[in-house]
């Protein structure tokens, strides 16, 4: 195969091919165009013996010669042009600075399509051998809308960005949804060498919107069919995707196909796999038109500049306004549109190799695609059932599926060497911080995880909500990891208002996380909860992050801040509402505190008023949070107190509840203010535009601390509600409150941590922040 060449005796051998191509070529014209006796035809198009377009003849079949002819003399230019190339390029390759290239081997497709004509139209092996070069960006586009596609596409992405040696653009035509997920998945993704451009979905309905379809992918199915319109008009040439694909090997192979179209041939490709369009699947059925088996539009590449040359868009429309007078409907969305255009001009299209979309829908000849694991190029779930569908290797091709939809995402984030990256402003920013850190220093990773980019995939189910009509709807914030999801069932029952959760989950725990949710009756019926995972990275648990992404991405004017492992009051929900029209919240500074209980039992009949839970606490079974508060009401040294100390020690914390101030709640029947004190971190009630948690603060110690500090030198009013209240669930202590116990670094770092925020408080506050330091002195 003729190829750059690199040294005197490849620039020889490719110079004697050279001369020797005219006469291979009319040897191969005159002699070969004859069969036993019967004229071969060289046309692709020829090739449709049952099309009467088509039909042979000596005048067609000198034009088709006449047309080989100006091809292979198009060959011969271009294979001129490639050994001048090398020859001068020739100095630079023995310095070994050249550029890398990767190629594809000749496909052609199986021997059963070209005998029905439809010939690729790389069988000569004379032309130009594809390539890519090493930092040639390759451009891909996906149709995505919702929240379930934003989750296929991270799978798809991953696939191709685990093979790929090349940088990327992503177009991504997406409505709302899909571009808040995606676009702040790319943004902490921060992948090098990729670049994520944006196209709303929901500007382009109208332009297929009176087609009706009735395939489950519903009006979004049809917009590849009006790439020629959306994408920028200097874009060449793309790679379309459906989402629920997986590579299995480097883009770049798919891309070079590219080099291999001739003529008229705009859009590539692979042969639909199942009898869909052969009309015989059941009874009456009654397929749009389509040339043979018809191609699947899962996996595509288009010339663009040709299509919108040829007048691409007219040209669909036209065909799809004919063919809905008699189907009325599409069945299989732009696919039917794109095999009804084909039908009618075949010449369009270069078919692909079918390893290029091994199709996984039931009965499709997918199985001779391949005969290794290395044949394997795409694969696609184009079937409703997606895993479950029925294939004789589909246990092969879950786990391969599997692995890159648990597959740590952090470790794609390689840099491409030899290849410039775009400036990403956020990328320089970020090494400028790091680099000001110093390595040396015993808290440098304590400082280092304030500037962690954390990957964040947002709204990973379902979301739903509708706004409250009086504007006092209230979200409850808050932050698990993976040994506090049996929580939330629990929560869903206590509270029916909007939850924002943030969950810090590897990529796997993601998907564990996934099928515990769809098992779940009491989360599939609740929509009003919003998923966030913000995946593992680092040797801290980043709580104040996780806060900070639960508070941003709610959907009230209002948010209850609480942890996950504490269960709200039945009615909670309800009674804030009221109480944020009685204390005017709208228009007042102001902190509703929910007073914090605690138990140490795993099963408990949960108090259904306040009475009940004075009751509760009066026998023993509750008592109020954190455990050294609970004394206050009963002599410190009572055989109780010491019987709990001994029991919980790892979270005796008696100054963080202790300003609510329970004893006079126990008798309390309005609202009560109280004062701020050193340490004092209760559970609020606030308006959305509240301060963010200070991320320097991660695992144990003062995250929430911090918080209701800054809350305090903003002027907030603190006010605790005299008939709310939450209750603490015993559980294991956490790995971070356990390094703080046993580390002595990590309890100095905390302690520096903690100054240098009071600090950094008088410098923004000035005189304000100045009771801070004296408290921390005086505790």
């Known amino acids: 195969m003729l190829g750059i060449c690199r040294g005197r005796r490849k620039f020889l051998a490719a110079s004697l091919s050279l001369l020797c191509i005219p006469a291979i070529t009319w040897i191969y014209l005159f002699s070969g165009s004859f069969e036993d006796g019967k004229p071969v ?36 230019r271009a294979l001129r042009r490639q050994l001048s190339l090398a020859q001068g390029r020739a100095p630079s390759h023995r310095r070994g600075n050249h550029s890398k290239t990767y190629s594809m081997e000749e496909g052609t497709g199986d021997s059963e399509n070209l005998r029905a004509g439809i010939v690729a139209g790389n069988s000569s092996e004379c032309g130009q051998q594809p390539v890519v070069e090493k930092c040639e960006t390759i451009h891909v586009a996906i149709v995505c809308a919702g929240y379930n596609a934003s989750r296929d596409v991270v799978t798809l992405v991953k696939s191709v960005l685990f093979h790929r040696r090349n940088p990327l653009h992503f177009h991504l035509i997406a409505d709302s949804i899909a571009e808040q997920i995606l676009a702040t998945l790319f943004q902490t993704w921060m992948v090098p060498a ?36 959306t994408l920028p008009a200097n874009l060449e040439r793309v790679i379309v995707l459906d989402t629920d694909i997986t590579f299995a090997t480097d883009i770049a192979e798919l891309w070079a196909v590219f080099h291999k179209f001739k003529g008229q041939q705009v859009l590539g490709l ?40 040829m007048k691409w868009e007219q040209m669909w429309r036209l065909t799809a306004e004919r063919e809905l007078m008699g189907m009325l409907s599409t069945s299989l969305a732009d696919q039917d549109i794109f095999n009804a255009v084909i039908k009618q001009n075949p010449f369009l299209v270069y078919q692909l190799p079918c390893f290029w979309n091994v199709q996984l829908s039931d009965h499709t000849r997918s199985e001779q695609c391949y005969r290794d694991v290395s044949d394997l190029k ?79 995939h947002l709204y990973f189910l379902h979301y ?23 929580m939330l069932e629990a929560i869903c029952k206590h509270w029916e208002g909007p939850i924002s959760l943030a969950l810090y989950l590897s990529d796997a725990e993601a998907q564990q996380f996934l099928r515990y949710a769809q098992g779940s009756e009491v ?26 992404v639960a508070m941003k991405h709610i959907s009230t004017p209002y948010m209850f801040l609480s942890d996950i492992d504490f269960l709200p009051m039945y009615g909670l929900y309800e009674y804030l509402r009221k109480s944020v029209i009685q204390l005017d919240l709208a228009n007042t500074k102001k902190a509703m505190i929910v007073p914090a209980f605690e138990t140490l039992r795993y099963r408990l009949s949960f108090p259904k008023s306040k009475a009940e839970l004075l009751s509760m606490l009066d026998m023993g079974t509750l008592f109020t949070f954190s455990l050294g508060s609970c004394c206050h009401l009963l002599a410190p040294s009572s055989p109780f107190c010491v019987l709990v100390h001994s029991f919980v020690w790892y979270h005796v914390w008696t100054k963080g509840h202790a300003p609510t101030n329970f004893a006079k709640w126990r008798t309390a029947t309005t609202p009560y203010r109280v004062e701020w004190e050193a340490d004092f ?33 903003q002027e907030y009013e603190f006010i605790v509600l005299p008939n709310a209240y939450m209750i603490h669930m015993p559980h294991a202590p956490s790995f971070d409150i356990t390094k703080f116990r046993s580390n002595k670094q990590y309890r100095i770092c905390l302690k520096t941590l903690k100054e240098e925020f009071q600090q950094d408080m008088s410098r923004r506050y000035g005189f304000a922040a100045l009771k801070y330091l004296t408290a921390e002195n005086n505790s």
């Open 378 to 456: 795409v694969i696609h779930w184009n079937s409703p059932k997606k895993l479950r569908v029925k294939n004789k290797h589909v246990e092969f091709f879950r786990n391969l599926y599997l692995t890159f939809l648990e597959y740590d995402g952090n470790l794609l984030r390689r840099e491409l060497f030899g290849c410039p990256s775009e400036a990403d402003v956020n990328s320089e920013n970020l090494q400028k911080q790091l680099s000001e850190l110093d390595e040396d220093d015993l808290c440098y990773e304590f400082r280092r995880e304030r500037f962690t980019v954390h990957r964040t």
């Open 681 to 713: 971190e209760p559970y609020v009630v606030v308006r959305r535009d509240c301060p963010e948690y200070d991320r320097r603060f991660v695992g144990f110690g003062w995250n929430k601390v911090a918080h209701i500090m800054e809350l305090d030198v």
């Open 41 to 76: 035809s060289l046309s692709p198009l020829e090739s449709q013996a049952h099309s009467p377009r088509y039909t042979a003849s000596s005048q067609r079949e000198r034009e088709s010669l006449e047309v080989r002819m100006r091809e292979v003399e198009e060959e011969n």
């Open 194 to 229: 990729v670049r994520v451009d944006f196209y709303n979905a929901d500007e382009l309905k109208s332009e297929v919107s009176w087609i009706p379809n009735k395939h489950y992918s519903g009006i979004y199915g049809l917009m590849k069919l009006v790439l020629t319109k």
């Open 270 to 309: 692979v042969e639909n796999q199942s009898d869909w369009y052969l009309g015989n699947l059941w009874k009456n059925h009654r397929p749009w038109p389509a040339l043979g088996r018809g191609y699947n539009t899962g996996v595509i590449l288009l010339l663009l500049d040709k299509l919108r040359k």
């Open 523 to 548: 989360l599939m019926s609740r929509h009003n909860v919003g998923y966030h995972i913000v995946y593992k990275e680092g040797q801290f648990y980043p709580v104040n992050l996780l806060r900070n």
């Open 464 to 486: 739903e909500y509708e706004p409250a009509a009086d504007s006092t709807d209230v979200t409850l914030v808050a932050q698990l990891s993976m040994d506090r999801l049996q």
